[in-house]
C-alpha cells in the first residue's frame, strides 16, 4: 500500500468511523461488537482500495460494509436461537420419555470419557503420542504446558498431537470400548 493511500484511507477513518460506529450500534445494540464491525469494514477497504482504488464516497462504502457485516452476524445468531431452541425442545421431550433400561443394561460401558481414553492410548500410536493426546484430549493441558513437564519444545508437543490423530483417523480406530480379546 502505497504511503498516500495509508494517508487517505487514515483520514477518511478518522472522519467517518465515529458515523460508522454510531450507525452500527443502532443496528446491533452491542458498542463494543458494533466498534469490531467497524474495523473488520475497515480492514476490507485496506485490502481492497490499495487494488481497486478509494470509492467515490469511501465513508458510504465502509457504512456499507458494516452493515452487511452486522446483518450477517444477527442473521447467524437468529439461525444459533432457533438451533437451540429446537435442541430444547427435543431435550425437553426426551426427558419426558419413559427410559429403555433394557438398552441401557445391554450397553456394558456407556461412558464416552472411557471410549477417548481408549482412543487417546490406542496401541497403534506410540507411547510419546499416547502420552500428549491423553494429556490434552482427557487432562485439558494446553500444548505448552505439556512441552514444559516433558522438558520438550511446544513445537515437538503440537506435532505429536497432530500425528496422533493422524494415525488414529488413518487406522479407522473406531469410538468403542474394546470387548472380549481386545
Known amino acids: 500500500m502505497t504511503t498516500h493511500t495509508h494517508r487517505t484511507v487514515d483520514a477518511i477513518w478518522r472522519i467517518e468511523s465515529a458515523r460508522i460506529i454510531a450507525g452500527i450500534t443502532r443496528i446491533v445494540s452491542d458498542v463494543g461488537l458494533a466498534e469490531e464491525l467497524a474495523q473488520d469494514a475497515l480492514v476490507s477497504a485496506l485490502q481492497q482500495w490499495p487494488d481497486s482504488g478509494i470509492p467515490?464516497?469511501?465513508?458510504?462504502?465502509?457504512?456499507?460494509?458494516?452493515?452487511?457485516?452486522?446483518?450477517?452476524?444477527?442473521?447467524?445468531n437468529k439461525r444459533l436461537g432457533e438451533r437451540q431452541a429446537e435442541l430444547g425442545r427435543e431435550l425437553e421431550e426426551r426427558e419426558l420419555l419413559v427410559p429403555d433400561y433394557d438398552t441401557a443394561l445391554d450397553d456394558d460401558i456407556g461412558d464416552d470419557l472411557l471410549r477417548l481414553v481408549f482412543i487417546s492410548c490406542h496401541p497403534v500410536l506410540t507411547t510419546e503420542a499416547r502420552v500428549a493426546l491423553t494429556l490434552r484430549l482427557l487432562g485439558g493441558l494446553t500444548t505448552t504446558e505439556i512441552a514444559r513437564a516433558f522438558l520438550v519444545s511446544e513445537a515437538t508437543v503440537?506435532?505429536?498431537?497432530?500425528?496422533?490423530?493422524?494415525?488414529?483417523a488413518d487406522a479407522h480406530v473406531p469410538f468403542e470400548v474394546p470387548r472380549g480379546a481386545e
Open 158 to 168: 503440537a506435532q505429536r498431537i497432530v500425528r496422533a490423530k493422524r494415525t488414529l
Open 56 to 76: 467515490d464516497n469511501p465513508g458510504a462504502w465502509l457504512m456499507a460494509a458494516a452493515k452487511y457485516r452486522a446483518i450477517d452476524l444477527l442473521r447467524r
